[in-house]
T-cell receptor, first 114, second 112 residues
Framework: AQKITQTQPGMFVQEKEAVTLDCTYD???????LFWYKQPSSGEMIFLIY??????QNATEGRYSLNFQKARKSANLVISASQLGDSAMYFC???????????FGKGTKLSVIP | EAQVTQNPRYLITVTGKKLTVTCSQN?????MSWYRQDPGLGLRQIYY???????DKGDVPEGYKVSRKEKRNFPLILESPSPNQTSLYFC???????????FGDGTRLSIL
């Protein structure tokens, strides 16, 4: 069985500062994919970034980057230059090649302070 | 506009009264999935479908049924709803399983 752990229920960050949201995972699949989604207070789920287990480089999408450490089984999301609009719930998720099930963590609530 | 459409958006019903939440996507996606979101638990996958006529259980399938008779539609059926199925439900789709999923706006179900 695969498992995603997000150890930070809530975090605060000052506007314009960088913030790292933690995600660790556990799987027996040699091939898997890691996703980050954002859920603002309005409720919609927004895809942010994807990292494949065999990707050589860390994924980057605009202000979002993924600090992927395969040996440690961690896939932390880094948001640079935080904006007020970044205040939201953030979910890490994993899809394993063996089952094609998508497993989510419990989420981290990020609050950006002006 | 590319989208995943769920209906209804809100529903209050009573225990035991069968209900169906519809989900439709207009992006010709192969992979579709249903999730429930509960406070403190994140999203949990109920069922997923790799393609037409191919469905499989997720982490919390008990009490739910699905079907995939057409590529665009993936309804979620609660044959005999119970209060513990009160939740926020999301349908999602992607071109392939490995690609990012597009989510519907969610359906809030309250079962009394």
């Amino acid at each position: 069985a695969q498992k995603i752990t997000q150890t930070q229920p809530g975090m605060f960050v000052q506007e314009k500062e960088a913030v790292t949201l933690d995600c660790t995972y556990d799987t027996s699949d040699p091939s898997y994919g890691l996703f980050w989604y954002k859920q603002p207070s309005s409720g919609e789920m927004i895809f942010l970034i994807y990292q494949g287990s065999y990707d050589q480089q860390n994924a980057t999408e605009g202000r979002y980057s993924l600090n992927f450490q395969k040996a440690r089984k961690s896939a932390n999301l880094v948001i640079s230059a935080s904006q007020l609009g970044d205040s939201a719930m953030y979910f890490c998720a994993m899809l394993g090649a063996g089952s094609y099930q998508l497993t989510f963590g419990k989420g981290t609530k990020l609050s950006v302070i002006p | 506009e590319a989208q995943v459409t769920q209906n209804p958006r809100y529903l209050i019903t009573v225990t035991g009264k069968k209900l169906t939440v519809t989900c439709s996507q207009n992006m010709n996606h192969e992979y579709m999935s249903w999730y429930r979101q509960d406070p403190g638990l994140g999203l949990r996958q109920i069922y997923y479908s790799m393609n037409v006529e191919v469905t499989d259980k997720g982490d919390v399938p008990e009490g739910y049924k699905v079907s995939r008779k057409e590529k665009r539609n993936f309804p979620l059926i609660l044959e005999s709803p119970s209060p513990n199925q009160t939740s926020l439900y999301f349908c999602a789709s992607s071109l392939k399983a490995w690609q990012p999923q597009h989510f519907g706006d969610g359906t809030r179900l309250s079962i009394l």
